[in-house]
């Protein structure tokens, strides 16, 4: 049996961290305000001195600090990317979540002290490749796509040395994990180089006489019934036309939820459990994290985990256990 799961948890602003913290983060994830980290959206991130003061503020509650400097650099201008890693290495970070080879080179070279946690923008999922960030980068832990099996997962960790963390509750992503090129086509703005997926400047409503459209840009996500849970459109849970079949092509409009799987997550051999969530309020953390610490406690102590009764902060008021229990489409 492996060791105690560690939660791994969002803080998208200093709000948000402390919530965390109280709530009994293990770890928080975060990222700076700019492009240099996948969720770069108005109002949300650090700047550097709030992110001295959150590093101060989670250290003091013996919660670890992670700063994800997750995009890919504009070609000829790393310079805000270098910036990132060795502002987080002198404020105190934990450890820099990182997906693009160039910058785990320049953080081997550089700030060589810091651990390094590889992004799951790398989508890193057999031996071989994980294998080779940890060889030739020094990579300590692997963020898993949410394509997986948990059964794949078992096997995975029975065959590297690196940590494992996965998604246990929040969105799900399934297009490459913010590398989604319908997104950048759709939206003229790249998830894997600026940082936003479906921004909410794309996203609007149409009331129809067959119901409420949700768009992106110019395109149709969905159109829902007049008492159907609306989910926000986003091109991996929309409902499309394919082969004279409407269906959910990729994912159903449902959020990730793995409470019931922890014991079996503990035995495949999972270190971290990563609620996802930077862009949702200190509200959300606090209840979410709140939930979860019972529940990892209860694990580690080989007791009933307890309802986290979360159905009401899921997209359409479900959850789903994802491709942990299925096969991929």
């Not at 060795?86 to 070279?109: T, V």
């Not at 080779?132 to 078992?154: K, M, N, S």
Request: contains cysteine.
């Amino acid at each position: 049996m492996s060791g105690p799961l560690e939660l791994v948890c969002p803080a998208g602003t200093p709000a948000a961290l402390r919530a965390a913290v109280d709530a009994g983060a293990d770890t928080v994830y975060l990222g700076f305000r700019d492009e240099t980290n996948a969720r770069n959206f108005p109002g949300l991130n650090f700047s550097r001195d709030e992110l001295r003061a959150g590093i101060a503020y989670a250290h003091a509650g013996n919660c670890r600090v992670f700063v994800a400097v997750n995009t890919y650099p504009e070609a000829g201008n790393a310079g805000p990317w270098h910036r990132a890693v060795d502002d987080a290495a002198a404020l105190g970070a934990d450890a820099l979540i990182l997906a693009d080879i160039g910058l785990l080179d320049y953080c081997c070279q550089n700030q060589p002290d810091l651990r390094r946690h590889l992004s799951v923008q790398a989508s890193a999922s057999n031996p071989e490749a994980i294998g080779f960030y940890a060889r030739e980068f020094g990579v300590r832990r692997v963020v898993l796509p949410r394509v997986l099996t948990l059964a794949e997962i078992a096997e995975l960790n029975r065959a590297i040395e690196v940590e494992t963390e996965v998604f246990a509750f929040g969105g799900l992503c399934v297009m490459a994990e913010g590398r989604c090129t319908l997104s950048s086509y759709v939206t003229g703005k790249s998830p894997n180089n600026c940082g936003v997926c479906s921004p909410a400047s794309h996203a609007h409503y149409e009331e129809r006489p067959e119901g409420l459209v949700s768009k992106l840009g110019d395109f149709t996500i969905n159109v829902f019934a007049e008492h159907e849970a609306r989910g926000y459109p986003t091109l991996c849970k929309g409902h499309f036309v394919a082969e004279g079949e409407a269906s959910y092509l990729f994912e159903e409009p449902t959020s990730l939820s793995v409470q019931a799987m922890l014991p079996e997550m503990r035995a495949a051999g999972v270190t971290g459990l990563k609620i996802e969530g930077r862009q949702r309020g200190k509200a959300y953390v606090a209840r979410v994290v709140a939930a979860f610490r019972k529940a990892v406690d209860a694990v580690a102590a080989d007791q009933d985990i307890p309802a986290l009764d979360l159905e009401d902060l899921s997209e359409g008021q479900q959850g789903t256990t994802g491709v942990y229990e299925k096969a991929w489409r």
